[in-house]
Nanobody, 126 residues
Framework: QVQLVESGGGLVQAGGSLRLSCAAS????????VGWFRQAPGKERAFVAG????????VYADSVKGRFTISRDNAKNTVYLQMNSLKPEDTAVYYC???????????????????WGQGTQVTVSS
């Protein structure tokens, strides 16, 4: 079992930056691939970024490539999402999710993930 807690959300102006953290408990977290998703009001939950167990493989949605960076520190049981050059359309609740497997390739659907955090709100003002 893995429990996930997101933090770092907030209100930021367009062009600004935020770093989200996903802290995990559970001894299997270091063996898990992890993803970030987001859900804006009235929209479906969408994949943002993902990282494999070692951190050697990352994947991004086209909408955030070049602006967001996912990373992890397995010693701290934490995954990060560095978000730069934020846009109003990035406004959403951001969720961290973990898989029972260690690979991330192809895992862009919420159904690919087994554990979820409660989410953290990110609001980007224009």
């Amino acid at each position: 079992q893995v429990q996930l807690v997101e933090s770092g959300g907030g209100l930021v102006q367009a062009g600004g930056s935020l770093r989200l953290s996903c802290a995990a408990s559970g001894r299997t977290f270091s063996n898990s691939a992890v993803g970030w998703f987001r859900q804006a009001p009235g929209k479906e939950r969408a994949f943002v970024a993902g990282i494999n167990r070692s951190g050697g493989t990352t994947v991004y949605a086209d909408s955030v490539k070049g602006r967001f960076t996912i990373s992890r520190d397995n010693a701290k049981n934490t995954v990060y999402l560095q978000m730069n050059s934020l846009k109003p359309e990035d406004t959403a609740v951001y969720y961290c999710a973990a898989r029972r497997v260690d690979y991330i390739t192809g895992a862009t659907n919420s159904l690919d993930y087994d554990y979820w955090g409660q989410g953290t709100q990110v609001t980007v003002s224009s």
